[in-house]
């Protein structure tokens, strides 16, 4: 059975540098096809893809956000890491990993987390 | 960059077929997905690689993709069914999410 978990502040200032953790069972991110996302929905808004890391390490990024994101992993753990500098109100958000498979030439989004809510406010 | 819309929303009646459109360009070269999310609860996937269900999702979702435009189709709709759904496509090794659909069902 997949499970994953985010963890993370609840509540972080302007300027700040935000670093989520998703914690996950069931699937080893040293399966060739797997990856894991992370996907962020504004109050009452819609889902927005932020970054995706590859069971080789490849990482790829949303291209209007890239600058600002890093994501890295911990197999050992059984760990994916994103970090976000410089946040600002306007990334609060519920903040979502998700279990990432690829199928003839698709990704998609098998399972995800329950997520978590960062509201950045000073 | 490439972009996915969706109607902000589709009303359907109980056992009525409803469905959900998602466009782009040549989004049938491409393979959409669909979620669906209910109040307070994360996404489900319902649909992946245009027109598969994963294990545990009924029958009544189906899926499409040809030209310009992905369809999730949803026979006999239920109550149950009253969700968002997103669709989502993978371009240029990105991830796109389009802007989701609320179904009503009344």
């Known amino acids: 059975q997949i499970t994953l978990k985010e963890s993370g502040p609840t509540l972080v200032k302007p300027t700040q540098t935000l670093t989520l953790t998703c914690t996950f069972s069931?699937?080893?991110?040293?399966?060739?096809?797997?990856?894991v996302g992370w996907i962020r929905q504004p109050p009452e808004k819609a889902l927005e893809w932020l970054a995706l890391?590859?069971?080789?390490?490849?990482?790829r990024y949303s291209p209007s956000l890239k600058s600002r994101f890093t994501i890295t992993k911990d197999t050992s753990k059984n760990q994916v890491v994103l970090t976000m500098i410089n946040m600002d109100p306007v990334d609060t958000a519920t903040y979502y990993c998700a279990h990432s498979m690829s199928t003839g030439g698709s990704r998609y989004f098998d399972l995800w987390g329950r997520g978590t809510l960062v509201t950045v406010s000073s | 960059s490439y972009e996915l819309t969706q109607p902000p929303s589709v009303s359907v009646s109980p056992g009525q077929t409803a469905s959900i459109t998602c466009s782009g360009d040549k989004l049938g070269d491409k393979y959409a997905c669909w979620y669906q999310q209910k109040p307070g609860q994360s996404p489900v996937l319902v649909i992946f690689q245009d027109t598969k269900r994963p294990s545990g999702i009924p029958e009544r979702f189906s899926g499409s993709n040809s030209g310009n435009t992905a369809t999730l189709t949803i026979s006999g709709t239920q109550a149950m069914d009253e969700a968002d759904y997103y669709c989502?496509?993978?371009?240029?090794?990105?991830?796109?999410f389009g802007g989701g659909t609320k179904l009503t069902v009344l």
């Open positions: 069931g699937f080893s991110l040293r399966t060739n096809g797997v990856g």
């Open positions: 890391i590859y069971w080789n390490d490849d990482k």
């Open positions: 989502q496509a993978w371009d240029s090794n990105t991830v796109i």
